[in-house]
């Protein structure tokens, strides 16, 4: 049987007092599934959505990509029938590419929901001036937010911003950030609480999701940054003031993260974690859904870099990890799941961080990047013509 645990904090920290509204669109619980390459694809949204309401965003799309009509990329904007409002995360540097890419959406109904990804800390991206170098130069920044939101306005689409604190602690733009998607016509902008040069490392600073709220006061501002349970984010809601959360490495191997997110936020007592029987319904579920997207034998060797957050903590022996990390087929994993003990509760040190960490590094800018944040003109060979990353 399952018991249930009261948040600690759950008493204390309230629901926010109003449900986030974004556009159109009203998100109940506060809750978005953050964007992530090479995981938020159609069956793991699925998955989580199967656990609670919330809004699910896909995997990061490049406009350049989709304007040309790579197949890959139009595989990865694919969208359950019931999936609503249809979520699409863009990653652009060039206005007028971000304008054709979301002309694109609104003629052939591709998405309801636009994010844009201005978070990106990878060296082959900032290097080139995207991602998360780019709100650097705030015209630029401003020129590609307007351009996206001007093309989604006749189909009523609306447009939120996802940002990092800046380049590092010497570079800040947050404030900049926050302030310029607002008067460009952005419904919502999200803060991940780590510089650029932070990657995923360290902690996020929540007073700079604090700072940005104070600063950006007519539409919602997100928090974002390890919110690793239910409790973490009525935390960051009481102690930032943030209309809602987005939830990325915490529900790594951890779909049912969601349910405890929607208890939470309506008051309710937080289940405890699933014993190994569950985690093997979960995990059958996901192969199932990974296989239905991309072919059992694709689909499962997907699955394989979510073994490891499955399985954390629970004491199944190295062999049997190692079999379930090379995984390559359906009836493989039945075989593997059929060796767990269903008993098995869920161990308490698979609480906590998880997922990338990594170290810190200096962010590698294209050569003099910093000496004019006023320069709109477009950075060159920053167009990724594919996904990933
Ligand atoms: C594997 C992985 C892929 C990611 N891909 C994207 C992406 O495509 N777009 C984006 O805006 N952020 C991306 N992120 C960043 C997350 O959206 C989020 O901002 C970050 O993980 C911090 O939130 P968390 O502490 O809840 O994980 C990615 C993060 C991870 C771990």
Redesign the pocket.
Known sequence: MMTATMPASAETAPAPANALRIGRYEIDPPVVL???????NVAFRRLCREYGAGLY?C??ITTRALVERDPNTLQMITFDTDERPRSM?L?GVDPATMRDAVRMIVDEDLADHI?M????PVPKVTRKGG?SALPYKRRLFGDIVEAAVRAAEPAGIPVTV?F?IGIDDEHITHLDAGRIAEDRGAAAV?L???TAAQR?SGQ?DWTAISRLKETVRSIPVLG?????SADDALRMVAETGCDGV???????GRPWLFRDLQAAFAGKPVPEGPNLGEITRVMRRHAELLADHMGEQKGLRDLRKHMAQYLRGFPIGSDLRHRFGLVSGLAELDDLLGRLDPDVPFPSDAEG?R??QGSPGKVVLPEGWLDDPEDASVPVGAELDHNG?
Not at 34 to 40: E, W
Not at 224 to 228: L, P, Q, W, Y
Not at 246 to 252: A, E, H, P, S, T
């Open positions: 953050a964007p992530m390459a090479g995981i938020t965003v995997e990061m995360q990653y994010d990804n201005f978070g990106c991602g996802k990092r999200a991940h609480g780590r995923y996020a974002n940054g390890d919110i690793f987005v939830v990325g490495r915490g529900c790594l961080p997922g990338r990353g």
